[in-house]
């Protein structure tokens, strides 16, 4: 049988007061989200471990069936890869966050790039491109929205902390972490011979907010009120595309460099199609504007891609925003409309389905933390779950597993 597997990226979550004490899950009306778990399986995942509060880019490689321990060499070279740069020869990848922070280097917005327009973010970068000087060559590239991604080129020790101080360096892994002193922090080596990484990445910090910090873009925002992008946020280095075992007739739909970093390196045929660039300084219209596309692209690709492939990966990143911002309302409203406009399209296919979440991003506390995430699978037979919730999942036969496992079920 065929799997459609769907990914709300951030969506579960804990209850909070402005929803009556209950999550979005919960809050949601999602009629056919609540029929899948009626009528299949549900369950807990922890996508890590129990004690890992995980990034996307840990969570999804273990989700499609891959040991994060064993496979992550970070989250840099995945946002490069998915990002089209070629990654040839010796490099060192980092992913980026335009940001804000003050005059002593505190952070007052770790998003700021969300309310630059695609042309406006676009421009900064190829400010920053021309006028930062560094030993070595370097490309810094503008994604979506405020996400961005630094290659250096050289041989380079990736045994680096990071500049954002949100995310631990824990091994390879970036783990969400609570921060009591929000302030840019100095990259440091981790062994010795990590050094010239280190100090170059610090030398990119500090040249990179000084071309920022005079750019006209930023001058016109901050006389309109909004916060300048006038720091590059700096995480997750790596020296090294992981090396997957090849899935065979997967195709994904996602757009955002991340995932398609992932799906590409996994052998999955990503289908083509462009997020819209931000025309407004209104990130939540630029979201829905996203979120709408990328259904009608999964429904599109679902209709004339099913005898194709064999299994489909879809992921809806924009659940995870809400969770950062601290914005209940509008994960409950993204949710619904995930729920009317494309989960119940996915009851005229043939298929075993399957939907879960990368990882906990609770409104309350704006940052992922280590709580499980709810699963389905439909197709597999059915438990006595009533609704697609965390709470309600609890109960649901598959019980609590590992992301790693995932797929293990799914192909029995």
Same mark, same amino acid.
């Given at each position: /049988?065929?799997?459609?597997?769907? @990914?709300?990226?951030?969506? +579960?979550?804990?209850?909070?007061?402005?929803?009556?004490?209950?999550?979005?899950?919960?809050?949601?009306?999602?009629?056919?989200?609540?029929?899948?778990?009626?009528?299949?399986?549900?369950?807990?995942?922890?996508?890590?471990?129990?004690?890992?509060?995980?990034?996307?880019?840990?969570?999804?490689?273990?989700? %499609?069936?891959?040991?994060?321990?064993?496979?992550?060499?970070?989250?840099?070279?995945?946002? +490069?890869?998915?990002?089209?740069?070629?990654?040839?020869?010796?490099?060192?990848?980092?992913?980026?966050?335009?940001?804000? +922070?003050?005059?002593?280097?505190?952070?007052? #917005?770790?998003?700021?790039?969300?309310?630059?327009?695609?042309?406006?973010?676009?421009?900064?970068?190829?400010?920053?491109?021309?006028?930062?000087?560094?030993?070595?060559?370097?490309?810094?590239?503008?994604?979506?929205?405020?996400?961005?991604?630094?290659?250096?080129?050289?041989?380079?020790?990736?045994?680096?902390?990071?500049?954002?101080?949100?995310?631990?360096?824990?091994?390879?892994?970036?783990?969400?972490? #609570?921060?009591?002193?929000?302030?840019?922090?100095?990259? /440091?080596?981790?062994?010795?011979?990590?050094?010239?990484?280190?100090?170059?990445?610090?030398?990119?910090?500090?040249?990179?907010? !000084?071309?920022?910090?005079?750019?006209?873009?930023?001058?016109?925002?901050?006389?309109?009120?909004?916060?300048?992008?006038?720091?590059?946020?700096?995480?997750?280095?790596?020296?090294?595309?992981?090396?997957?075992?090849?899935?065979?007739?997967? +195709?994904?739909?996602?757009?955002?460099?991340?995932?398609?970093?992932?799906?590409?390196?996994?052998?999955?045929?990503?289908?083509?199609?462009?997020?819209?660039?931000?025309?407004?300084?209104?990130?939540?219209?630029?979201?829905? !504007?996203?979120?709408?596309?990328?259904?009608?692209?999964?429904?599109?690709?679902?209709?004339?891609?099913?005898?194709?492939? #064999?299994?489909?990966?879809?992921?809806?990143?924009?659940?995870?925003?809400?969770?950062?911002?601290?914005?209940?309302?509008?994960?409950?409203? /993204?949710?619904?409309?995930?729920?009317?406009?494309?989960?119940?399209? %996915?009851?005229?296919?043939?298929?075993?389905?399957?939907?879960?979440?990368?990882?906990?991003?609770?409104?309350?506390?704006?940052?992922?933390?280590?709580?499980?995430?709810?699963?389905? @699978?439909?197709?597999?037979?059915? #438990?006595?779950?009533?609704?697609?919730?965390?709470?309600?999942?609890?109960?649901?036969?598959?019980?609590?597993?590992?992301?790693?496992?995932? /797929?293990?079920?799914?192909?029995?």
């Amino acid at each position: /049988m065929k799997t459609i597997f769907v @990914i709300l990226d951030g969506a +579960a979550d804990l209850p909070t007061a402005s929803l009556k004490n209950k999550t979005p899950f919960e809050a949601a009306k999602i009629p056919n989200l609540d029929y899948f778990a009626k009528n299949g399986k549900t369950g807990l995942i922890y996508p890590v471990n129990p004690t890992v509060a995980p990034e996307s880019d840990v969570a999804v490689t273990a989700l %499609l069936g891959y040991d994060p321990y064993k496979y992550f060499t970070g989250r840099g070279p995945l946002e +490069a890869h998915g990002s089209d740069i070629l990654l040839k020869g010796p490099f060192l990848a980092l992913r980026a966050n335009f940001a804000t +922070a003050d005059d002593d280097n505190e952070i007052t #917005d770790r998003r700021a790039g969300r309310t630059l327009t695609t042309p406006e973010a676009h421009a900064l970068a190829k400010e920053i491109n021309e006028k930062v000087e560094l030993p070595c060559k370097f490309i810094f590239k503008s994604t979506i929205e405020h996400r961005g991604v630094l290659v250096l080129k050289g041989r380079f020790s990736d045994e680096i902390t990071n500049v954002d101080p949100a995310y631990k360096r824990i091994g390879a892994f970036g783990i969400a972490q #609570d921060v009591d002193n929000d302030y840019v922090q100095r990259c /440091m080596p981790l062994k010795k011979e990590a050094r010239r990484a280190a100090a170059i990445v610090n030398e990119f910090v500090e040249n990179s907010r !000084e071309v920022l910090k005079n750019h006209p873009i930023n001058k016109k925002k901050e006389k309109k009120g909004y916060k300048p992008a006038n720091v590059i946020l700096l995480r997750d280095a790596g020296n090294k595309l992981p090396k997957f075992p090849q899935k065979k007739k997967w +195709a994904a739909v996602t757009s955002f460099p991340l995932e398609k970093g992932i799906a590409r390196l996994a052998g999955i045929k990503v289908l083509p199609f462009d997020y819209p660039p931000i025309t407004s300084k209104n990130v939540y219209k630029h979201l829905y !504007e996203g979120l709408d596309l990328t259904i009608k692209k999964s429904i599109k690709y679902l209709r004339t891609q099913f005898k194709k492939y #064999d299994t489909f990966y879809i992921h809806l990143k924009e659940t995870d925003i809400p969770g950062h911002d601290g914005f209940p309302k509008h994960k409950v409203k /993204m949710l619904e409309i995930i729920d009317r406009d494309f989960i119940s399209k %996915l009851r005229k296919f043939k298929a075993q389905i399957a939907i879960t979440c990368d990882h906990t991003t609770p409104c309350d506390r704006k940052r992922h933390t280590y709580h499980p995430v709810p699963l389905l @699978i439909y197709g597999k037979g059915a #438990d006595k779950t009533e609704r697609f919730t965390e709470q309600e999942c609890r109960t649901g036969s598959l019980g609590r597993i590992k992301g790693k496992d995932l /797929m293990k079920l799914l192909q029995k």
